[in-house]
């Protein structure tokens, strides 16, 4: 029953080279979409919440956007720093706790 | 805001050996979640606490998994009989209420020899 899917699993980009990942969602009636980024041995770090389609929300070089199926993150210009892990959790119908993805990680060359 | 705080950050046991975490959570924050995380992949949820009170729990925590939250501070996961399978990360979170951002620890990284 994933209600949650990541896409690509891994993403290479060369710094200053724009790229956006996916996150499908297949819950109905969402109550927020999440997204995180995750250092190596760290936890995972709150980015955005999301609540309605075409919602968009932005941080420095970050930016999510939303529609009824799916969830995008771009990455604009991105730099080395930028490398982690960036997962998407979305809360099953009547539900409280987080369903995530399995992540996208990024890796970005200098 | 001194952030969620979970000790101790690695433990390495034996299996059979019981363990027991800690969580810490932001202070104004009435709803506590653990969730267990193994290489490659998203965290999964194990169990939920709204103040003190264990409101779900996930069909992944078997019944060598209990937590607690006593007065609805800290909390606590302990795993009796530990076995190679447990090894994974284990987070804990908090949040202010009903689908508000959870907010993550470091988590502990537990290892069976």
């Known amino acids: 029953e994933d209600q949650v899917t990541q896409s690509p699993e891994a993403l290479r980009l060369q710094e200053g080279e724009s790229s956006s990942l996916n996150c499908s969602y297949t819950v109905s009636g969402l109550r927020g979409l999440f997204w995180y980024r995750q250092d190596p041995g760290k936890g995972p770090e709150f980015l955005f919440t999301l609540y309605s389609a075409g919602e968009e929300k932005e941080k420095e070089r970050l930016k999510a956007t939303l529609t009824k199926k799916e969830s995008f993150l771009h990455i604009t210009a991105p730099k080395p720093e930028d490398s982690a892990t960036y997962l998407c959790a979305v809360p099953p119908p009547y539900d409280y706790k987080l369903s995530f993805g399995a992540g996208t990680t990024v890796t970005v060359r200098a | 805001d001194t952030g969620v705080s979970q000790d101790p950050r690695h433990k390495i046991t034996k299996r059979g050996q019981n363990v027991t975490f800690r969580c810490d959570p932001i202070s104004e924050h009435n709803r506590l979640y653990w969730y267990r995380q193994t290489l490659g992949q998203g965290p999964e949820f194990l169990t939920y606490f709204q103040n003190e009170a264990q409101l779900e729990k996930s069909r992944l925590l078997s019944d060598r998994f209990s937590a607690e939250r006593p007065k609805g501070s800290f909390s606590t996961l302990e795993i009796q009989r530990t076995e190679q399978g447990d090894s994974a990360m284990y987070l804990c979170?908090?949040?202010?209420?009903?689908?508000?951002?959870?907010?993550f620890g470091d988590g502990t990284r537990l290892s069976i020899l």
């Open positions: 979170a908090s949040s202010p209420g009903s689908y508000q951002p959870q907010h």
